[in-house]
């Protein structure tokens, strides 16, 4: 981590520790997503830090932006979460939208004062997201949508959303990519879900019921909406990475202090040989993960982005998270099995990151295909 990072990180640090911290345990137990706070992040300039400045955003770079992440998930894995995904927005509008389109949309989701949410998933096509029926069917001025998208990340709250639909033949070739913003008439949302984890961060259903959208708001071209979709996921594993790394590191961190100040048998629990190898292999993995987020954030930055390696630092980043809070919670025992502690919602939180931005078994499928194209 370089001085301006380390600066970065100081400062979310202070953020996340006034404006988060004292109510993160409150607003899990009831879902509330604070738009003040999530905005105050913006202000801070910390809501579109890799898009360039004539959008509003600060130009800097993945791996600045994965240092952000990981110390925002020290206090919140849904409001780090919400970050991630709406720059995933952003950087589908800076690489594929047009002028007009990145004029209208980028700076008010750079700013914080919106944001963005990434539709994808349905009921029918979650790992097999070419198989997707949602339909955007071509007329005079523009299309008209008609579907449902499913688990959709701060849906609700965002403003502008990037949903996938098919214009033409079955599988990918036929999915094309939509702007399609809040209140538009035709869309509306399903019910809240209820969820284990990122309870702060709404998840619901998209409906689109004869949903009119401009030809103004189709992305790039008819037939590219799954190359968009991949090239954003690429992205966005290497982000939802740099939260596991975020989220474990704080369950350590919990753990030890615990373990510390906790004593049986006439000693700290801490002087206990089998809870010090347990730590030693959190602390191991979690450095391990790590290093396979910086790599991955690199190959980004330098024009080089190497997919394989993106899949593997949120494979590898995502279990941690999820051994780690798990080991946490064994060291405090009974009490780490209570809300009096915050190692359970750790926990939670943890599970889901194995399974956005494509599953952590999709994520060996591509691991896979990289490595036979290497080979073959």
């Known amino acids: 981590m370089n001085q301006f990072q380390q600066e970065i990180c100081t400062q979310i640090k202070k953020f996340r520790l006034d404006k988060i911290e004292p109510f993160a345990e409150q607003d899990d137990q009831q879902s509330i997503f604070r738009m003040d706070v999530f905005q105050e992040f913006g202000k801070l300039g910390f809501t579109g830090m890799v898009i360039p400045e004539n959008f509003g955003g600060a130009d800097l770079s993945y791996q600045d932006l994965c240092q952000a992440l990981t110390e925002l998930a020290k206090s919140s894995v849904a409001y780090a979460i919400t970050v991630s995904v ?10 594929f939208g047009n002028e007009e389109q990145k004029s209208k949309y980028l700076p008010a989701l750079c700013s914080g004062q919106e944001i963005g949410s990434f539709a994808l998933s349905e009921s029918s096509s979650g790992s097999d997201a070419a198989a997707l029926k949602t339909t955007a069917r071509k ?111 704080r369950a350590l961190e ?86 009096e502690y915050p190692l359970e919602r750790y926990m939670r939180d943890a599970k889901a990151l194995q399974i956005v931005e494509g599953t952590n078994q999709i994520q060996k499928v591509v691991i896979a295909r990289e490595l036979k194209k290497i080979f073959s």
């Open 254 to 339: 919990e753990a030890v202090k615990y373990s510390l100040g906790r004593s049986q048998f006439g000693k700290p629990i801490f002087d206990f040989q089998g809870l010090q190898f347990m730590m030693a292999d959190m602390a191991t993995e979690i450095e391990a993960a790590k290093a396979l987020v910086s790599n991955a954030a690199i190959l980004f930055d330098s024009k080089t982005p190497d997919i394989r390696l993106a899949c593997m630092a949120k494979l590898k980043a995502t279990d941690v998270a999820m051994q780690v809070t798990t080991d946490a919670v064994q060291i405090l025992g009974g009490v780490g099995f209570t809300a």
């Open 86 to 95: 709406s720059t995933m927005v952003q950087s589908i509008l800076n690489l």
């Open 139 to 249: 007329e005079k001025g523009g299309y008209r949508l008609n579907g449902s998208k499913l688990w959709i990340t701060s849906a609700g709250i965002a403003k502008t959303y990037i949903v996938m639909a098919r214009t033409g033949a079955e599988g990918a070739k036929g999915i094309s990519a939509f702007i399609v913003r809040d209140g538009t008439p035709g869309f509306s949302y399903g019910k809240v879900e209820k969820k284990m984890g990122w309870k702060v961060s709404p998840t619901r259903e998209l409906v689109f019921k004869d949903c009119f959208v401009p030809e103004q708001n189709l992305i790039d071209q008819e037939g590219k909406g799954f190359t968009i979709a991949m090239e954003a996921l690429n992205r966005g594993r290497i982000t939802v990475a740099a939260i596991a790394v975020g989220l474990a590191q």
